[in-house]
């Protein structure tokens, strides 16, 4: 599956962006789903993710009560992340990738099936 990731740009801290995960010629319906991103200098890191088997949802400590993992009832080929509340220190490139890992409640970066393209994410303060 080739995913892609987008709707990043420059936001300002306290402000929202929605990013959407998108598969050409595949439907993400059925898929699991998770959001990492990396900032420069810095791991790979999980951020959240969406289960294929009961659309369960889990996200990373900085990401919870302001990001949102959704699939995108109008287009089954996306997957929505709405970030809110934005902070200087979510500035990254995210990418999208299938499959998900929980260890200990932290999701993983081994087990990923594919890797999408990044897009990039710009908080200013």
């Known amino acids: 599956v080739q995913l892609q990731a987008s709707g990043g740009g420059l936001v300002h801290a306290g402000g929202s962006l929605r990013l959407s995960c998108s598969a050409s010629g595949s439907s993400l319906d059925s898929l699991t789903i998770t959001w990492f991103r990396q900032a420069p200098g810095k791991e790979r890191e999980g951020v959240s993710c969406i289960m294929d088997s009961d659309g369960s949802t889990y996200y990373s400590d900085s990401a919870k009560g302001r990001f949102t993992i959704s699939r995108d009832k109008a287009n089954k080929n996306t997957v929505l992340l709405q970030m809110n509340s934005l902070k200087p220190e979510d500035t990254a490139v995210y990418y999208c990738?299938?499959?998900?890992?929980?260890?200990?409640?932290?999701?993983?970066?081994?087990?990923?099936?594919?890797w999408g393209k990044g897009t990039l994410v710009t908080v200013s303060s």
């Open positions: 990738a299938r499959g998900c890992t929980i260890v200990a409640g932290k999701i993983e970066k081994y087990g990923i099936v594919d």
